[in-house]
Each structure stands twice: as structure tokens, then as C-alpha cells.
């Protein structure tokens, strides 16, 4: 009996969580300072999906390293678009889906990640106006009067110039470009400490060989696309070049920074193949629809389980009510971008919940009908009903496996969205119908005197 109602307190605290999850619009989780939100796919919410084929004129194949590196550096420009959740992906072996949920701008979009990346060490001085990552700058490489090749080392410009009592906007010097860099990797000296390492070619060194000897304890930012990568101080004169860049980075931002440095520009030519775009007003009419269809479809699975099964069919709709929100609460967690297939796979995980608990409750019958006191026959029934319920379940969980790394392979991300919203409902269902279950049915029965006396509770 303690054991029950220890499990009853367990499932109450992660119903509070889930529910705690599923209710605001937005929900900030404290300590790990993660805002979690649902997340909506094209055809929910509206936008546009975007492929991109490589173009190589030569007939020569695409590596997958140099579709990895493209797909990092569509990423990052995108970044400045103002459009939430984009996602890129490699589809087969020469292409690139993009999705722009909410996104109606194809022109405006196409433009931005088709441009050809610049990349720039710039002379900063002595960083007065604090300058942060991804802060827009002005070089004299790119003003109009823009230099060919590699500008030649001047020294210091002057960054500001007061007239009429209007501040000019500063330009800063362009020491040299990315075609200087002959290698860029990244090293860890120090567990979980992360730095850049870079080589330059002849050029390239004896231009940094004499900009870092004049400016020790100054600033160079790393600029690409006119905007501020990093601004690492100079430490001092390197004249071997070959040097590094330390900071505070993470794996993740300084593989970012390493690709940015050894590719300013695309690894390779990409033209559009194709531009999908579905309005607002579509997604949202498959969203209500969806909804609407979800709604009906549980409320006659709950009648359906209530009158034949009984009380252990209201057991199950209880906790079915449970796997939803405990489900939705993890798509909002990981999360997962929801599309029609995902609100599907979802729904379809749903049937195999209740088929689990119609397995264990059809056993619980042969077994009162053989004899069997209701203590033993709810134990063998759940016991019984097992083996069927776990090898059904695991062929469901390795099929949505295979189906996510289809999704993934081929750019295919309906398929993905169904694969892992039917996978994370598979295990929540598992818990659902073994454990939350099986613990409600043992609570109303420490609550009901005599059951034996009522067997026709549980559809005898």
C-alpha cells in the first residue's frame, strides 16, 4: 500500500511539471536559464522552404564535409534575418533544404544567403566602444573607394571625424583578408577550454608579423560580412604566423569561428532549385483542423474505453489525459518543431498507449473469469500482457528510427517530424500504461470495500 501511494505522489509531482510546461505561452525554466516555447513547422505556422543544389560547372562531386560547412555558414548569415527557428538541412548527396517558418520575403531572403562572404582582420585600436559580436562595422575595404587585393599595411587610421557637429560614422582599416589564411583548426589544451589556431600564407605573415609588433595590447576584430565576428586583443608580435585565438568559447563557438575564418565565402556555388512558400492562413486551418480531429478521435476512444472496460477503462482515459501533457510537455522541452505528420505521429502513439492498456485489461478478464481473486488477476494481467506490449512497442520505436534517419538523410522533414513525435510518444505511452495505470487502479481499489463484490466493474 505505501508503495502506491509513493507512486501516486510521483506521478502527481510530474503532472505539476508538465503542466507547470504545457500552460504559459512562454515558460522560463530557472537554473539552466532555458525559455521553452512551442515550436511550429511550415505547414503549421506559415513561411517558405527553400532548396538549394549544389553547382559545381567541372561535373566534379560534392564532398559531405563541404555540404556540412555550407549548411553552417547559410546558418550563421541567416542569423541576422529576424527569422525565429531557422532550419537547414542536407538533403541526399548535393543539397540543402531551408525552412523560414514565418518568413514571406523569398527575394529579400534568397539575397542575403546567396551573397559572397567577406572576411577581414580589422584594426580597432583600443576597442573604446566596447565592441560586441555581431555589431555592424564599416572597413575601408569595403567603402567606395575599396582597394583591390590585399590592402597594404598603413598603420592606425583615424576612426572618427567630427563636421558641422554631425559624428561621422567611423571606418576602421582592413589589415588583410581571408585569401591570407593558408590553415585555421581548433585546439583544447585545457579540458573544456577551446582555442583557434591559424596559419597564414608568406603575404599574409608579413603583414601580421608587422601590424602586431606596432600594436601590442590593442584590439583586431575578425569581421566577416561587415560584421563583427570576435575581437581578440594582441597578446604580442607574431612573426611566424602562425598564432591563436583565446577567449571563453565553447566547442560549438569556436567550431563556429574556425569555419567563419577558413571559409569566408561558400565552400561551393549553390543556385535555388526550388521555393515552396505556404501562407499563415493555411497553416492555421490545418492547425484547427488538426485539433478538431484530435479532439473528437480521444473523446470516442475515452466513451469506448469507459463502457466496455469500466472502471479500468476510466483509469486509462486518466491516463491518457496524463501522456498528453506529459508528451507535449517534452515536445515543448526538446523541442520539436511540430508539422501535420508530427501532430499525426503524436495522435497515432496515442492508439498504441490504449492499445497496451486494452492488452492488460483483456488479460485481468481471463483471469477473474479462470478464478483468480482481483489482487492476483490485476497482478498476472499487467505481468501477462508485457512480452506482446514490449515487442510491439520496440518494432514502433526502431520504425521511428529508420524513419528519422530517412528524414535526416534526405532533407525530408515531415517524415523526421512524424518519426520523433511517434517515438517520444511510444515511451511515454509505455510509462503511461504500465505505470500510471496500474497505480490508479491499485489506489480505487484500496477505496472500494469488497471489490470482489463488484466484478462487473471490470466488465465481467
Do not use: C
Amino acid at each position: 500500500m505505501n508503495r502506491r501511494y509513493i507512486n501516486l505522489i510521483l506521478i502527481v509531482v510530474i503532472l505539476a511539471a508538465a503542466i507547470w510546461i504545457d500552460l504559459p505561452s512562454t515558460t522560463q525554466i530557472p537554473l539552466v536559464n532555458k525559455s521553452v516555447s512551442t515550436v511550429l513547422g511550415l505547414d503549421l505556422r506559415g513561411g517558405m522552404q527553400i532548396i538549394f543544389k549544389a553547382n559545381l560547372e567541372d561535373g566534379s562531386k560534392v564532398t559531405a564535409e563541404s555540404l556540412q560547412i555550407a549548411k553552417q555558414i547559410l546558418e550563421n548569415r541567416t542569423n541576422g534575418l529576424g527569422v525565429s527557428e531557422v532550419q537547414f538541412q542536407v538533403a541526399g548527396e548535393d543539397r540543402i533544404v531551408g525552412e523560414f517558418p514565418g518568413a514571406s520575403d523569398a527575394e529579400s531572403i534568397t539575397n542575403q544567403i546567396k551573397q559572397t562572404g567577406v572576411l577581414e582582420f580589422v584594426d580597432i585600436g583600443d576597442n573604446p566602444w566596447n565592441f560586441v559580436q555581431g555589431m555592424p562595422i564599416k572597413t575601408d575595404f569595403n567603402s567606395p573607394e575599396k582597394v583591390t587585393g590585399v590592402p597594404e599595411y598603413l598603420g592606425p587610421i583615424s576612426t572618427e571625424e567630427t563636421i558641422d557637429s554631425t559624428v561621422v560614422e567611423p571606418i576602421f582599416h582592413t589589415i588583410m583578408t581571408g585569401t591570407d589564411l593558408k590553415g585555421v583548426s581548433v585546439d583544447s589544451p585545457v579540458a573544456n577550454n577551446y582555442q583557434i589556431l591559424f596559419e597564414l600564407t608568406p603575404e599574409g605573415k608579413d603583414i601580421f608579423a608587422t601590424h602586431t609588433a606596432n600594436n601590442i595590447n590593442k584590439y583586431l576584430a575578425i569581421v566577416l560580412d561587415n560584421k563583427i565576428v570576435s575581437a581578440p586583443s594582441i597578446g604580442s608580435a607574431i612573426p611566424d604566423g602562425q598564432g591563436s585565438i583565446t577567449g571563453s568559447f565553447t566547442r560549438e563557438e569556436a567550431n563556429t569561428l574556425a569555419v567563419n575564418l577558413r571559409y569566408g565565402s561558400l565552400p561551393i556555388p549553390l543556385v535555388i532549385e526550388q521555393i515552396r512558400t505556404i501562407g499563415p492562413t493555411l497553416g492555421q486551418d490545418s492547425l484547427d483542423k488538426s485539433m478538431v480531429a484530435g479532439l473528437i478521435g480521444f473523446a470516442l476512444v475515452a466513451l469506448f474505453m469507459a463502457i466496455f472496460y469500466k472502471l479500468p477503462g476510466l483509469m486509462a482515459d486518466l491516463s491518457i489525459i496524463i501522456y498528453a501533457l506529459i508528451a507535449f510537455a517534452l515536445f515543448r522541452l526538446i523541442p520539436v518543431t511540430l508539422t501535420l505528420p508530427g501532430i499525426a505521429g503524436f495522435l497515432l502513439s496515442t492508439g498504441s498507449a490504449l492499445d497496451a492498456n486494452i492488452l492488460i485489461f483483456e488479460r485481468l478478464k481471463e483471469e477473474l473469469r479462470n478464478g483468480r481473486t482481483l489482487a492476483q488477476a490485476i497482478d498476472l494481467g499487467w505481468k501477462r500482457a508485457w512480452p506482446s506490449i514490449r515487442d510491439s512497442n520496440i518494432s514502433t520505436i526502431i520504425t521511428s528510427i529508420i524513419l528519422w534517419w530517412f528524414g535526416s538523410t534526405f532533407g525530408a522533414s515531415f517524415v523526421k517530424g512524424f518519426a520523433i513525435t511517434l517515438l517520444l510518444g511510444v515511451a511515454v505511452s509505455l510509462f503511461t500504461a504500465i505505470f500510471v495505470t496500474r497505480t490508479f487502479l491499485s489506489v480505487a481499489l484500496d477505496l472500494i470495500k469488497h471489490p470482489e463484490n463488484h466484478l462487473k466493474w471490470f466488465g465481467i
